[in-house]
């Protein structure tokens, strides 16, 4: 078991994660989401109050998504960076498709609700996927295809949150969603040629996550943001942050990104059913830490939450800039001084990504309203604006 859970040599992959991307929400018991990428509308246009701890959620996770994306070519060099990109990448990812599925508590397809579905994923997803296209053509492959079917970079959780969405209703009526989600998640872990379109492998290994989200309530969230909770927190994370340090010289990052197989990855089939539950074990875990840790007071930070869909989608771009154009191999680039100079570059470029006036410039194209494109309806009422998130 040790041997294909930390094989001799392990590349390591930069990889994509999402934010979770969601949208104004109410107080508890009827948080509702806007038809973003990560939330989904109540299908009413009465204005409702944001919620601030799930703002204050969303901007954490997105500093996270950048951190990851920004640690990434420093993994193979240091072993602390990698295993603080361990560490991240075992919950960061999970915090987002759970927040989203809680979020989409109230989708039943009705016909706004689908709309917002359209114009808050799926048309973003397309015109970036065309974007990003045109972008690495020319900064690094000029014959890279432009496909729908095989997402680009951090791109494939647009496609697996509108696969998520459009089935939550199968998922809030049968009578044990987890289990089954768990169960497919683990089929999908032990099949291989899963994945090549649609990125169809994570959206199956995640699936847990969002279906575990579909069924949470506010108070569910409440039971781990008391003060025990916060001190149990912190032995928690660093039991995992020392587990990440001496699992990083040979652990295989693979495992969490859900990109591939038991098989693929050198192991035994029953290999995958195992990981896959104990890596949802470590990263529920890792996520209650979170939300112990995160305030649900108005911060500085929580307008910052409604915008992590723009962070989300435009990050990329300096990321792969970053990396095409050997930014990090620049003096000083590979010391200490230098990995934190990138990291607190990281932080400040999310959060400048997240500010008003980006999502002012970006708003046509990453929450365009399209009222063009539909056919009016009977009771429709004037679809709301997509503050989608992160993640």
């Known amino acids: 078991m040790v041997r294909w859970m930390f094989p001799p040599a392990s590349?390591?992959?930069?990889?994509?994660?999402?934010?979770?991307?969601?949208?104004?929400?109410?107080?508890?018991?009827?948080?509702?989401?806007?038809?973003?990428?990560?939330?989904?509308?109540?299908g009413d246009s009465r204005a409702k109050p944001r919620d601030p701890f799930l703002d204050n959620v969303k901007f954490l996770t997105i500093l996270l998504v950048g951190l990851g994306h920004a640690w990434a070519p420093l993994t193979g060099e240091n072993r602390s960076i990698a295993a603080l990109y361990l560490f991240v990448y075992a919950f960061h990812m999970?915090?987002?498709?759970?927040?989203?599925?809680?979020?989409?508590?109230?989708?039943?397809?009705?016909?706004?609700q689908v709309r917002r579905l359209i114009t808050?994923?799926?048309?973003?997803?397309?015109?970036?996927?065309?974007?990003?296209?045109?972008?690495?053509?020319?900064?690094?492959?000029?014959?890279?295809?432009?496909?729908?079917?095989?997402?680009?970079?951090?791109?494939?959780?647009?496609?697996?949150?509108?696969?998520w969405r459009l089935t939550a209703p199968v998922w809030k009526l049968l009578r044990w969603p987890l289990p089954v989600a768990l169960a497919v998640a683990a089929v999908a872990s032990a099949t291989p040629g899963i994945g090549g379109e649609l990125n169809l492998m994570r959206v199956l290994q995640f699936l847990p996550f969002f279906v575990l989200g579909l069924h949470l309530r506010r108070e569910h969230f409440d039971l781990v943001r008391t003060r025990t909770a916060r001190l149990v927190a912190a032995p928690v994370a660093l039991g995992f942050l020392a587990f990440a340090y001496w699992a990083a010289p040979a652990m295989d990052d693979e495992w969490l990104l859900h990109t591939s197989s038991a098989q693929e990855l050198g192991a035994p089939w029953w290999a995958g059913p195992v990981m896959?539950?104990?890596?949802?074990?470590?990263?529920?875990?890792?996520?209650?830490?979170?939300?112990?840790?995160?305030?649900?007071?108005?911060?500085?930070?929580?307008?910052?939450?409604?915008?992590?869909?723009?962070?989300?989608?435009?990050?990329?771009?300096?990321?792969?800039?970053?990396?095409?154009?050997?930014?990090?191999?620049?003096?000083?680039?590979?010391?200490?001084?230098?990995h934190l100079v990138i990291s607190v570059l990281a932080l400040v470029m999310m959060t400048a990504l997240c500010a008003a006036p980006v999502r002012r410039l970006f708003r046509p194209v990453v929450e365009p309203r399209m009222d063009w494109f539909f056919r009016d309806t009977p009771g429709k009422t004037s679809p709301e604006r997509v503050n989608a998130t992160a993640r």
Request: some cysteine; overall charge neutral; proline content about 8%.
């Open 94 to 112: 999970p915090a987002f498709v759970l927040v989203s599925g809680y979020l989409s508590r109230s989708f039943e397809a009705r016909p706004g």
């Open 120 to 163: 808050g994923v799926a048309v973003p997803y397309a015109v970036f996927e065309v974007v990003y296209t045109l972008f690495m053509r020319q900064i690094a492959d000029p014959d890279r295809p432009l496909s729908f079917f095989s997402p680009g970079y951090a791109l494939w959780f647009l496609v697996a949150l509108f696969i």
């Open 276 to 338: 896959t539950l104990a890596i949802f074990g470590c990263a529920l875990a890792l996520t209650a830490c979170l939300v112990a840790w995160t305030p649900g007071r108005t911060t500085w930070f929580t307008a910052l939450g409604a915008g992590t869909i723009f962070a989300y989608l435009l990050h990329v771009y300096l990321i792969q800039a970053a990396r095409e154009f050997d930014w990090y191999a620049l003096s000083g680039a590979d010391t200490p001084l230098g």
């Open 11 to 42: 590349g390591r992959t930069a990889s994509p994660t999402a934010p979770a991307q969601t949208s104004p929400t109410t107080r508890a018991p009827e948080l509702r989401a806007s038809g973003s990428p990560a939330a989904e509308g109540a």
